[in-house]
C-alpha cells in the first residue's frame, strides 16, 4: 500500500491547515502510519503517528498543535495543524513506520506536500 500526502499551501502564522493521507490501497493493511516532514536545510524529522487502533504520539515540538486521524473506511489520515508557526515550514510526508522509533518506514516518500507558514 502506498501513502501519499496531499492538502499543502500558504499560511500565516497562528493559521491552520490540514494535510490528507491518501493510501492506494487498504488502510486496514497498515498498522502505524506516521507523519513527517522536512525542513529546507534539514534532516527529515518524524512528527506524529497513528495505529491502526487508534493510538497516537506526537514530537514534542506539536504536541497540543497538530492532531493525527485516520479513517481506514476512506483509507486516509489526516494531520490537522493549528497555531502554525513558520518553524513548521517544510514538505509534509506520510508514511508507515515499522519500528517503534519511526525511523524506519515500508514503502517510498513520494513528492510530499510544501507547508509554507508566512505572513
Known sequence: ?????????L??????????????????????VAWYRQAPGKEREWVAAITSGGSTDYTSSVKGRFTISRDNAKNTVCLQMNSLKSEDTAVYYCNSPYDLRYRFVT?????????TVSS
Open 107 to 115: 514503502g517510498s516518500w513520494g513528492q510530499g506536500t510544501l507547508v
Open 11 to 32: 499560511v500565516q502564522p497562528g493559521g491552520s491547515l490540514r494535510l490528507s493521507c491518501a493510501a492506494s490501497g487498504s488502510l486496514f493493511k497498515v498498522n502505524t
Open 1 to 9: 500500500v502506498q501513502l501519499q500526502a496531499s492538502g499543502g499551501g
